[in-house]
Each structure stands twice: as C-alpha cells, then as structure tokens.
C-alpha cells in the first residue's frame, strides 16, 4: 500500500513549467515526502524530499501544503530528458524503507 | 563515486534453474535494498539490510528467493528454483542510514528472463 495517489500520466511543452501533484491524505507527522523519478531502461533516481516546508534543490522545488495532505512537484523548465516516471512516496522513520506506487508519467513534447 | 553495481545487467536462463543476482553497494553506505519491478506489480521492495543483517524480508514472495549479505560491500539475491514469473528487473539500492531519510541510490538493475 503506497498511502499515496497521483495522476497517471502527464504532459507537458519543452521549456515549460511543470506541477506534479501527489495526495497523502493518511499521513502522519513523522513521514517525510519522496520524489524519486525514473528514467527509460534505469534504475529510480532521488528527486527532492521534505517535511513541511517548501523545498528548493538544482533538480527541482517541492510544495508541501500546509495540512500535509497533498504537495506538488515543480520542474522549473521542463526538458526533453525530463521524460520519466516521477514517484511520490511517505517515507517513515529513519529506515530509508519506501513504498513505491505507481507515479506519473511525465511525456515533454518539444 | 561508481555507484552503486549489479550484475549481470542481463540474464536469461531457463525454468528450474538456479539464479545469482550480484549487488556492490556505495561504499561507506549501511542500507541495502532489493526492489523488482514489472508492469503488473511496479516497483516491489522485496528486502533489506541494515549493517548486513537483514531487517525486513517480508517482501520476499517465496522460499525460493533468498538474500545474503556476506559483507558491508557485497550482496546477493537467489532464486532457486527459477519460474517464468520471476522475469522482471531486479534493482538494488544502498542509503547512508545515520542520516535521517538519505535518499535511495539506485542501480541500473539486471533484467531477468526465465523461459
């Protein structure tokens, strides 16, 4: 049970900004929010992550609402190699244990 | 930083045979996780480690699959015997645990095929 929902697929235009939205209503205090994404033929790869507050890294910024219950991943200016599957995930505690669900799949159209 | 290393990147063999899936973590990292991924079931978390000592393997699907962890930079994942429905991608990933919520470093996994 991933506790996360997300829509199934995306699209966006090359150089356009892109949101990502996730919902996690049952989340409790303690989880921390994952975005990993995975390119064509390899391994997931970390995105960003937090825990109330907004965060910014070179990758891309998480919005987290201020009920906890959803937040939004944002890719400033989308490029073709953007293209992957994005995950949201809750992680808990400090196992680094995480749940995959199914993500989004993000198409860039040039 | 090589990263972490799974091998062999492809393995084809066929039914009731014995499979061995190789995993070098990053060095200096204490958690090791073996995932598999298929188009039916996603990405599944199937074990992991912490300090070579496993932690959870409630995701391993049968006695057939089993995992070792011999040292801080080795790890393997069995399959013995092997069933078509075992083909998927095989990830494994290692995080520095002693900071809280380190992110996952993923191999580029070994593609499974059980004819």
């Known amino acids: 049970d991933a506790k996360t929902t997300q829509p199934n697929s995306m699209e966006s235009n090359e150089e356009e900004p892109v949101h990502l939205p996730c919902n996690h209503s049952?989340?409790?205090?303690?989880?921390?929010i994952h975005w990993y994404r995975q390119l064509p033929s390899q391994g997931p790869e970390y995105v960003i992550h937090?825990?109330?507050s907004n965060v910014n890294n070179r990758m891309a910024s998480l919005a987290i609402a201020e009920d906890r219950k959803s937040s939004t991943l944002i890719l400033h200016r989308a490029t073709l190699r953007d293209a992957a599957v994005y995950y949201c995930?809750?992680?808990?505690?400090?196992?680094?244990?995480?749940?995959f669900g199914q993500g989004t799949t993000l198409q860039v159209k040039p | 930083d090589a990263g972490v290393i799974q091998s062999p990147r492809h393995e084809v063999t066929e039914m009731g045979q014995e499979v061995t899936l190789r995993c070098k973590p990053i060095?200096?990292?204490?958690?090791l996780f073996w995932y598999r991924q298929t188009m039916m079931r996603g990405l599944e978390l199937l074990i992991y480690?912490?300090?070579?000592?496993?932690?959870?393997d409630s995701g391993m699907p049968e006695d057939r699959f089993s995992a070792k962890m011999p040292n801080a930079s080795f790890s393997t994942l069995k399959i013995q015997p092997s069933e078509p429905r075992d083909s998927a991608v095989y990830f494994c990933?290692?995080?520095?645990?002693?900071?809280?919520?380190?992110?996952?470093?993923f191999g580029n996994g070994t593609r499974l095929t059980v004819t």
């Open positions: 937090g825990l109330t």
């Open positions: 990933a290692s995080s520095l645990g002693t900071k809280p919520n380190s992110p996952l470093h």
């Open positions: 049952t989340i409790s205090g303690t989880d921390y």
């Open positions: 995930i809750r992680g808990s505690g400090n196992t680094g244990k995480l749940i």
């Open positions: 060095s200096g990292h204490d958690y």
């Open positions: 480690f912490n300090n070579n000592v496993p932690i959870d």
